[in-house]
């Protein structure tokens, strides 16, 4: 496999009025071709905010992103349109993402005809628009429907066919599945492995549910407050853990074996922050082994075992 999406150094901060929020300091990744980045963390760190600056949704504050080895970091204009053929997103909410006032059929037209993939001619976008419907699952009958008369399974299906319209290479889905039922979910889920092996989609999957991200994920990023604390593979994860906020994230996840009994790391202390955060390790407030040094240095993220990288002075 080749690399697809690689990020540099990224960084977003917004401007408030006591200072500036650091959304997204300092974030690296790569991402191989055909491959799924699972992104988690709480609410608030900053995993929305990265997959939208990646996609120029969001501009970022600094850092590099390059797409298929080109620099896209300050691209505007008619590159940036030409851009959106290659990546795409799925946003969390299906209703508020999808214009209300257009049917189904109109909602996955509209790339196409903004971009003008099929030159105009309305017999093959709306041949182009039944074909999608059918590879999401999406029935035929369904095309002149609103949103408002489906189900919320049924309207991220809709944003799904939109998302696959221009045929991209990488799509952004931003907590795809946290507004849906679990039996939709797995649903959906499934759906978006098929399309991702059929296709050979690269995905980032950012989502708050450590269960899900195991699932559909080949690596994962931890991120916290905006920093990336620990990064490898789905399975190594899962296997270990180095970071204490990575242990204290796993220790929720319910078992289902009601013979296994796993204890419940629960953190204390106040969150710090984002507003002009002071130097050391964002963490240290909550952290159970948190040392004098961790209060004043940012740790690195470094390699503590092949392919397993921590930003953590316990190690």
């Not at 300050?74 to 993402?97: H, Y």
């Not at 289902?256 to 790391?265: F, L």
């Amino acid at each position: 496999m080749s690399e697809l999406l690689r990020v540099e150094n990224l960084k977003k901060y917004f401007k408030t009025p006591k200072g500036l929020l650091h959304a997204v300091d300092d974030v690296s990744f790569s991402i191989e071709k055909g491959e799924t980045l699972g992104v988690v963390g709480e609410s608030g760190c900053g995993k929305s905010t990265l997959g939208r600056c990646i996609i120029h949704l969001l501009e970022p504050t600094d850092g590099k992103v390059f797409f298929e080895g080109e620099n896209i970091t300050n691209i505007s204009g008619a590159r940036l349109k030409e851009s959106r053929k290659d990546m795409q997103m799925i946003f969390q909410d299906p209703f508020s993402s999808i214009n209300p006032r257009m049917t189904v059929k109109s909602i996955i037209e509209e790339p196409m005809v903004i971009h003008k993939i099929h030159n105009g001619d309305k017999a093959k976008q709306g041949k182009a628009v039944l074909e999608i419907m059918e590879t999401v699952g999406l029935a035929e009958r369904l095309a002149d429907s609103y949103p408002h008369e489906l189900d919320g399974g049924r309207r991220q299906r809709i944003g799904i066919a939109r998302a696959l319209a221009l045929e991209p290479k990488f799509i952004v889905c931003d907590e795809p599945v946290s507004a849906l039922d679990v039996s939709i979910q797995a649903q959906i889920l499934n759906l978006m492995q098929d399309l991702q092996e059929q296709r050979g989609l690269t995905y980032i999957f950012i989502t708050h549910d450590l269960s899900v991200v195991k699932h559909i994920s080949d690596n994962i990023c931890v991120m916290y407050l905006g920093t990336l604390v620990e990064k490898c593979t789905s399975d190594k994860l899962f296997e270990k853990q180095f970071h204490p906020y990575t242990q204290a994230l796993l220790s929720a996840i319910p078992i289902a074996k009601a013979n296994i009994k796993r204890e419940r790391i629960l953190l204390k202390g106040e969150i710090t922050s984002p507003i002009n955060p002071a130097p050391g390790c964002r963490f240290a407030p909550r952290c159970l082994y948190a040392k004098t040094e961790c209060f004043n240095r940012q740790p690195e993220l470094k390699e503590l075992e092949p392919g397993h990288f921590v930003a953590c002075h316990l190690y």
